[in-house]
């Protein structure tokens, strides 16, 4: 089994600045990608951001030029810096990550998330 924690929501005003953390566990062969989605209330859940192992990303327009994804393959480990934040922000943000898992010689490959993080922008 794997599991995702995730860290480093809280409280923000408009224009500042928040570094989320989401480390995985358990028996973890390898993890290709990595992402942030968030949900609003009464919106489905959206992506934010997605990191390749070699570090290549994708940002949604509604995040690009002020949230930045990065990762840190030897601690299984994927962060989304968040400046410049603005009220429409506010969300639980989720991470994911698209994991090869073992159990004795058997492999598999999931998709496996986080419990999620409140972000709240507001002034």
């Known amino acids: 089994q794997v599991q995702l924690v995730e860290s480093g929501g809280g409280l923000v005003q408009p224009g500042g600045s928040l570094r989320l953390s989401c480390a995985a566990s358990?028996?973890?062969?390898?993890?290709?990608?990595m992402g942030w989605y968030r949900r609003t209330p009464g919106k489905q859940r959206e992506l934010a951001a997605t990191?390749?192992?070699?570090?290549?990303?994708v940002t949604t327009d509604d995040v690009k030029g002020r949230f930045t994804i990065s990762r840190d393959n030897a601690k299984n480990t994927v962060y989304l810096q968040m400046n410049s934040l603005k009220p429409e922000d506010t969300a639980v943000y989720y991470c994911?990550?698209?994991?090869?898992?073992?159990?004795?010689?058997?492999?598999?490959?999931?998709?496996?998330w986080g419990q999620g993080t409140q972000v709240t922008v507001s002034s």
């Open positions: 994911t990550a698209d994991v090869t898992d073992y159990s004795g010689s058997y492999y598999r490959r999931n998709d496996y």
């Open positions: 358990g028996r973890i062969f390898s993890i290709a990608v």
């Open positions: 990191i390749t192992r070699g570090g290549s990303t």
